[in-house]
Structure formats: structure tokens, C-alpha cells
């Protein structure tokens, strides 16, 4: 008997632009949401975009949290009891976005997602990601409804966080080697489609990162692009294995050994060179991802991400135990083989 079903959750409206920012209640009242939102932010998005989207809602209740945890999660639903909101407005950078969009699938209401930064592919995903003990929980929770992405405000975002964007959606290279491995191996269910949706952005990305410049919002338009695209990925794939490999492991555990330390993008860009190079061993390849990360000036080793030798050979070699997610990084790799690796690409 035929037993395979796919269910995959797409956002209805991705408005991607200059000054769209101000259509955003236009874009959620297509979709006949009703009532009044709760607007989820951090205080640097809060000052630029948080309080002109609360306006547009009739002054809807702002709420501001600090760090990606469940316990933030639960401080919004809180307060989406006590101001009585229909639905939930995340604005700001992942962090916000996640939070957000976890708290609406908790309450099974609405979500709409207003990234101010270009630094993350989950600006349109169907998962959260949020730190537990010494475990990373990867969870899924429904896509936003609409998306509005400023390239106007995204642009005079600070240059690093969009570099983060570019780097996290270079990864996905390593990713979905990493997936096709455990599909080998594991027999993990592998989507042809989401591999190939994954690997294309990337590879369109790096074909144009020649034009991919501080303050130019045609910049900001195709990292915005890319980033909507990776995240289409994992919704088709139902996970974020298109996007997110032994390299997003690895940075897991830097968050957790060296917190606050480096962007997320960041971190999985420099762990990609390694896992490339874990892959094949082939110069070319690894030299590859180096040389792209380089070409749009993000961090191409544990140095220039502040992070120290050490913290970036214990990530490696314990990164393995955070998840049920095999890479390859399989059992984990010992330590002489994680200094090799990261000292023969350059990255300690
Ligand atoms: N669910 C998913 O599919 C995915 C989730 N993620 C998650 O996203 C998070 C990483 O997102 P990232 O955006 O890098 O981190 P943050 O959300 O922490 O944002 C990084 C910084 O950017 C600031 N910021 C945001 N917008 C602007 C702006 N326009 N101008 C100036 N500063 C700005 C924030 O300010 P402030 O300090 O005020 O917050 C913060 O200091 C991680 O937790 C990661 O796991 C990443 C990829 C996919
Ligand atoms: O960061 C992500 C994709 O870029 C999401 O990955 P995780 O599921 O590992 O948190
Ligand atoms: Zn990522």
C-alpha cells in the first residue's frame, strides 16, 4: 500500500520590498485576521519598526523579550492572555521571529513575521529553535501567515547581520550533504526537491556575491530572497535537515559554550568549512566554502568569530551528542581529527 503523505505549510502572503513595512496591516487584513495583534520585539527592532507596525493596529500592545528559551515563549503567551490578542506579530531578527512563531503554534493562532535583519533563513520557516540544557530543540510550528520584509530598514541593518544570512545560507551546501548521508545510511527520508531547492539558493547566492554590497538595497532584496527560499525548503521537507547539518550542530554548541559570542550565520558558515572538509577531504571543496564566505566578507575562522581553538574543537567533538540528527560527524569525532580538520582548512 502507497503510505506516503506530505502536509506542507506555506506562508500566504510574502510582501518583500522598499517602505512595506508600513503595508503590513494591509497584508494581514487580506487574510481576514481579526482582532488586535500582540507585537513580539527586541529593543533595537522595538525603535525601528516595532512601534510604526503597533500603530498600524490601532496601537496593539508591544511585548520585548531578551534570549531565545522557552521561558520566553511562555512570558508571551502570557501576555497574549492578559491583552487578549488574536494574533502574533514577530519584529526583529531570528530570536524575535522564533519566539513569536513558537508562542502562535502554542496557541494555534496566527503568526505574521517581520524580519528587520537579513541574518537568518527563518524568517519564513515552519520550525523554532530554542536552546534546552545541553539540547538544541529544532521544533516543528506553523510558517508565518504573512511575511514583510523592509529591504529598506534591512539594508541600513548593520552589514554583519546580513553577511550572517549569506553565510547561513551557504551552509546549506554542507547541509544537505549531510542529509543525503543520513538518507544513505540511515535511511532518513530524503526530499529530492527540498535538497535541490536548498542547494540552488545557495549556489545562486554565491554566483552573485560579487554584487552582494554594504548598504544597497538590491543586497538586501537577494539575501531577503534566498533566505524565503531556503526556508521553503524545510517547509517542503517538513525539517530543517535542507538547511541545517552538522555545521548548525556545531554552532548549537558554541551558543552553549560561548554564549552570545558570534551571530548564528556566522558560526555555521566557519563550521561548514570544516564539514566540507570532513565530507571529502577535497581542497577544492572546502576551499569553496572558504573562499564564498570570504568573497562577502563573513568570518572565515574561529579567530574572526572571537570564539577560541579549544571552544571550536570541543563544539566539534561533542556537537553530535545535542540532537538525534546524523551527520558527519556520526559517533562524534575524536579530537586529534577535529584539530586536524580545523587546522588543515585554516579555521583554528
Ligand atoms: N527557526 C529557524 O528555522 C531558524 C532559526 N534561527 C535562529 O535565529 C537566531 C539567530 O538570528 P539572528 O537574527 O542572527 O539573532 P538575533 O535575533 O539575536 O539578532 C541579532 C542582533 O541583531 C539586532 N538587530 C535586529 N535587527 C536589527 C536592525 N535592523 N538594526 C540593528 N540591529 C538589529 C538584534 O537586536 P536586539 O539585541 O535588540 O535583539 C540582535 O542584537 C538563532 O537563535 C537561530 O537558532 C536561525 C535560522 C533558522
Ligand atoms: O538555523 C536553522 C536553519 O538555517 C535551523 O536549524 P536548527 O533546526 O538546527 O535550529
Ligand atoms: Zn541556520
Redesign the pocket.
Known amino acids: 500500500m502507497f503510505d506516503k503523505r506530505a502536509w506542507i505549510r506555506l506562508p500566504r502572503n510574502v510582501v518583500v520590498g522598499h517602505g512595506v513595512l508600513s503595508e503590513t496591516a494591509a497584508a494581514v487584513g487580506e487574510l481576514h485576521l481579526g482582532g488586535t495583534p500582540l507585537v513580539v520585539t527586541s529593543p533595537t527592532p522595538k525603535e525601528l519598526a516595532a512601534e510604526s507596525v503597533a500603530e498600524q493596529f490601532d496601537g496593539a500592545p508591544v511585548v520585548t523579550v531578551d534570549e531565545a528559551s522557552f521561558s520566553e515563549v511562555e512570558r508571551v503567551m502570557d501576555e497574549v492572555e492578559d491583552s487578549e490578542a488574536s494574533f502574533l506579530v514577530g519584529v526583529g531578527g531570528?530570536k524575535v521571529i522564533d519566539i513569536a512563531k513558537m508562542a502562535s503554534d502554542e496557541l494555534d493562532m496566527g503568526f505574521v513575521s517581520v524580519p528587520t535583519a537579513a541574518s537568518?533563513?527563518?524568517i519564513v520557516?515552519g520550525?523554532g529553535?530554542v536552546p534546552e540544557g545541553d539540547t538544541?530543540h529544532?521544533v516543528a510550528a506553523e510558517p508565518p501567515l504573512v511575511v514583510v520584509a523592509d529591504t529598506g530598514i534591512i539594508a541600513d541593518a548593520p552589514w554583519r547581520l546580513t553577511t550572517a544570512g549569506c553565510a547561513?545560507i551557504i551552509?546549506?551546501y554542507t547541509?544537505v550533504k549531510d542529509w543525503e548521508l543520513a538518507h544513505r545510511l540511515k535511511n532518513v527520508e530524503y526530499s529530492e526537491y527540498a535538497g535541490a531547492l536548498s542547494r540552488m539558493t545557495a549556489e545562486m547566492l554565491v554566483d552573485n556575491a560579487d554584487s552582494i554590497r554594504p548598504g544597497l538595497e538590491e543586497s538586501a532584496w537577494l539575501v531577503v530572497k534566498a533566505l524565503v527560499s531556503?526556508g521553503v525548503a524545510?517547509s517542503i521537507a517538513g525539517?530543517?535537515r535542507p538547511?541545517?547539518g552538522a555545521e548548525?550542530?556545531i554552532s548549537?554548541q558554541l551558543d552553549r559554550i560561548a554564549p552570545g559570542t558570534a551571530l548564528?550565520g556566522h558560526q555555521?558558515g566557519v563550521a561548514s568549512v570544516v564539514t566540507e572538509y570532513l565530507h571529502s577531504g577535497d581542497m577544492g571543496r572546502w576551499q569553496n566554502v572558504h573562499d564564498a564566505l570570504a568573497a562577502i566578507g563573513a568570518p572565515t575562522n574561529a579567530e574572526e568569530l572571537g570564539h577560541s581553538a579549544e571552544d571550536f574543537v570541543e563544539a566539534m567533538t561533542t556537537a553530535h551528542e545535542i540532537?538525534d540528527r546524523y551527520t558527519i560527524l556520526g559517533n562524534g569525532v575524536s579530537e586529534e581529527a577535529a584539530i586536524e580538520a580545523a587546522t588543515v582548512t585554516g579555521v583554528i
Open positions: 531570528g537568518h533563513d527563518g520557516s520550525r529553535s538544541r529544532s547561513d551552509s546549506n547541509a531556503s524545510m525539517s530543517s538547511a541545517s548548525h550542530l548549537h548564528h555555521v540532537r
